[in-house]
């Protein structure tokens, strides 16, 4: 056996944005990753991974990884590439850009990238630069900006609690998220709890596979959470259950809340949440009863336009339930923040020219098609925004612009890279170096590349700096090595515990946060606040919320049914679309709607609106609500024939954050006049 053939294991840590940062276990062989393992010394993940990571050494080694620069030689969204090298590739990049900036301004690019790579070198490597040009800003909102907006308001600084708490918990309740699919590991600790006793409440608008398995299940209407958490409260005041003393003693402006509530009635509390009085009553009883509760919510109930409200009732909730008092088993689990970095060191907003316009991410179609004056080029990595983007088929005919320069930087021919005048060859995790926190549980690790970059492929932080370098840009952060960047973003992160230094977070220490212990309320012992300030100064405290787009009349009339969009378990993201080519994914439709539309279960349905269409195949179950169908997964929109999932959900945002709609959207259901199977 030749020597550089002989197995070899190399750790590192899980790139994608899963809460769960998983640490993992490569095994190299003859210049190949072999294997990929759960990290059995990693005490939150504990040597298991998802399916979908185990077999990443396959779409490491692709014969479909783009491997080298090409420019497009088909018509725009043909996918077809002539290759170049890297030089000739900076040298045309470098001069487009300089020359739009010189006819148009930097603000007629854009920078369009999200967390694909979660590294926080990786990740944030192209902000220096598009901030030095002058580029249109970019809105990073797609995915917790709302979420994290609503608990900030409600809860300022306190970080979520420890997950590994919830093991001692007496009853979980998860609240729009589906544990099984999207954190899995979570599971381990839910699964402890139920040893000793406890139980799994899931409240959620269907029977996801988290609720599949729990003890209870709460059937809500979608977007009706700030009712179903406001509603309990509600409950707890006038059956007598609240605890007046704890609450006098570590919170202020109860008050305020309670008068509100008062004039909140029970009906419009039942017809917002789609559960009874009594439902709520008991659930209620439910969490006084308790010993231990533990809080772990998800994005998905902020995934519309009353989610930040949703959060910031929750929140109340659990403040009135004592629960940020903290304790064993007792707590609230959003996301971790469980290291607080100065952003800055990687972004560096300070070469941007004062006053540049923004645009927000998920309002990409618009950005594209009607912004004054137009985008010109358009640069894409760590995403993938054909599919993931809300208003599918106007991102495509933006994307198609023949006055419009689009450059990605990809690993694979997503749907985005077809349209692409310019794609470049990216690394993967296994090929870079890199630090990553996690959002869903305490620790940090950096990670080294386990093998060379394959073929001609840079990672992102290479890339930008070679395209800095090509344009004469020779600010400080141009001319650092990846090294410097990473140590002096250490050297401003909090939660690193005393006597542990930069050094040894370099060299591959797994760290573990200081802010996780904190039980004080407040997180910095100030009392938990129940009001928060509005804009013009005025107090305010959590209310229902404004209703959505789901809640229009007209629209209401024309498309009767409620779309959801929540994850699949084979996907992360678009992530390992490439696996699925021609698959439309399934639709599960509540029996009485399936029979009024006359769908049939196996049979492919046209799911149509005002913005698009995409088919899927048809899953007549009972496990969601009547009205509210729900297609878990963004398939590739090639393979879909029609559009994707995302074709059908709107650029309109959410109440807080700038956040997207997903699981707003409203459609028709037709049975489609195509071959059905069998
Ligand atoms: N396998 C897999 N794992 C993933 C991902 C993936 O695509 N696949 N994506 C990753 C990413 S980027 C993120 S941000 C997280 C997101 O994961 P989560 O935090 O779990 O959030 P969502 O996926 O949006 O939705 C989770 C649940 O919320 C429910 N939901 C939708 N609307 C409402 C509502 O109004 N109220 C309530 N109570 N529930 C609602 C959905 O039905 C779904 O069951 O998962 C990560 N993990
Ligand atoms: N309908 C609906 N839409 C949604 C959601 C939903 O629940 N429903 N969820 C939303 C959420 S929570 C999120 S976070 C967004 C996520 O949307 P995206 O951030 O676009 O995430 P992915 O689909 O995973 O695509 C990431 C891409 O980055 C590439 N990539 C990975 N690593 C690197 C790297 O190091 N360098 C470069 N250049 N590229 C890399 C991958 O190959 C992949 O194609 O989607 C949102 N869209
Ligand atoms: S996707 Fe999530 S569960 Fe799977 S390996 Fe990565 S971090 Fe772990
Ligand atoms: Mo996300």
Request: with cysteine; charged share 20%.
């Amino acid at each position: 056996m030749a020597p550089d053939s002989r197995p070899v294991e190399k750790k590192t840590t899980c790139p994608l944005d899963c809460p769960d940062s998983c640490g993992l276990v490569a095994t190299v062989a003859g210049g190949q990753v072999t294997a990929l393992s759960g990290d059995p010394e990693h005490p939150y993940t504990a040597g298991t991974i998802c399916r979908k990571m185990r077999r990443y050494p396959q779409r490491l080694h692709s014969p479909e990884r783009i491997l080298h620069p090409g420019i497009r030689v088909g018509a725009k969204g043909e996918g077809k590439f002539a290759r170049i090298s890297w030089d000739e590739a900076l040298a045309l990049l470098a001069g487009r850009l300089d020359e739009i900036r010189q006819a148009a301004g930097g603000e007629a690019i854009l920078r369009y990238s999200y967390a694909g790579n979660m590294g926080v070198i990786n990740r944030f490597a192209g902000h220096a630069l598009f901030h030095k040009l002058g580029a249109t800003g970019l809105d990073e909102t797609i995915c917790s900006a709302t979420a994290s907006a609503g608990w900030e308001r409600q809860c300022a600084a306190l970080p979520g609690a420890p997950p590994e708490r919830a093991a001692d918990a007496t009853l979980i309740v998860a609240w729009g998220i589906n544990i099984r699919v999207s954190c899995q590991h979570f599971w381990r600790y839910v699964a402890a709890a139920r040893k000793k006793g406890g139980q799994l409440l899931v409240i959620d608008p269907y029977r996801n596979a988290t609720a599949a398995h729990a003890d209870h299940y709460l059937p809500v209407r979608p977007a009706g959470d700030s009712a179903l958490a406001l509603g309990t409260i509600k409950a707890l005041i006038e059956t007598g259950l609240l605890d007046r003393e704890r609450l006098a003693g570590n919170s202020v402006g109860f008050d305020r809340l309670e008068r509100s509530l008062a004039s909140l009635s029970w009906q419009e509390i039942v017809t917002e949440s789609g559960l009874g009085q009594a439902e709520i009553e008991q659930l209620a009883r439910q969490l006084t009863a308790t010993p231990r509760l533990f809080f772990r919510l998800g994005m998905g109930l902020s995934r519309n336009s009353r989610g930040g409200m949703a959060v910031r009732a929750i929140a109340s909730l659990a403040a009135c339930l004592g629960l940020f008092d903290g304790g064993p088993g007792r707590g609230v689990l959003l996301t971790s923040r469980a290291f607080r970095g100065d952003t800055a060191r990687l972004t560096y907003p300070e070469l941007a020219p004062p006053g540049v316009r923004r645009v927000n991410m998920v309002q990409l179609a618009h950005a594209l098609n009607r912004l004054e004056p137009p985008l010109r080029a358009l640069m894409v990595y760590n995403s993938n925004p054909a599919s993931v983007a809300p208003d599918g088929a106007m991102i495509r005919r933006g994307l198609a612009r023949e006055d419009l320069f689009t450059v990605v930087h990809e690993q694979l021919l997503t749907p985005t890279a077809r349209y692409a005048d310019l794609l470049l060859p990216a690394t993967t995790f296994l090929e870079n170096r890199d630090l990553y926190t996690s959002y869903g549980h305490f620790y940090l690790r950096v990670a080294e590349p386990v093998l060379p970059p394959l073929g001609e492929a840079r990672s992102n932080f290479d890339f930008f700096q070679d395209l800095a370098r090509e344009m004469g840009l020779t600010d400080p952060p141009f001319l650092q090595t990846l090294e410097e960047r990473l140590s002096d973003y250490l050297a401003g992160l909090q939660g690193i515990p005393p006597g542990v230094e930069t050094a040894d977070i370099l060299a591959g220490r797994l760290v573990h946060s200081t802010f996780s212990g904190t039980d004080a309320v407040g997180g910095d012992g100030r009392p938990f606040s129940f009001t928060a300030l509005a804009a013009d100064g005025s107090p305010t405290v959590a209310s229902l919320g404004p209703a959505g787009e789901s809640a229009d009349p007209d629209l209401q009339l024309r498309y009767p049914y409620q779309l959801l969009s929540p994850p699949h378990p084979e996907l992360l993201n678009s992530t390992f679309g490439e696996r699925f080519p021609g698959e439309i994914g399934e639709l599960l439709v509540h029996p009485a709607d399936a029979a009024a539309c006359q769908l049939r279960d196996g049979g492919e349905v046209l799911l149509e609106n005002h913005r698009g269409s995409t088919l899927r195949r048809v899953r007549v179950s009972a496990d969601t609500r009547p009205g509210v169908v729900v297609a878990e997964g963004i398939f590739w929109e090639e393979s879909a024939r029609v559009g994707g999932i995302n074709d059908l959900t709107s650029e309109k945002l959410a109440d807080f954050g700038g956040g997207a709609t997903f699981h707003e959207a409203r459609v028709t259901l037709r049975r489609c006049c195509r071959k059905e199977p069998g």
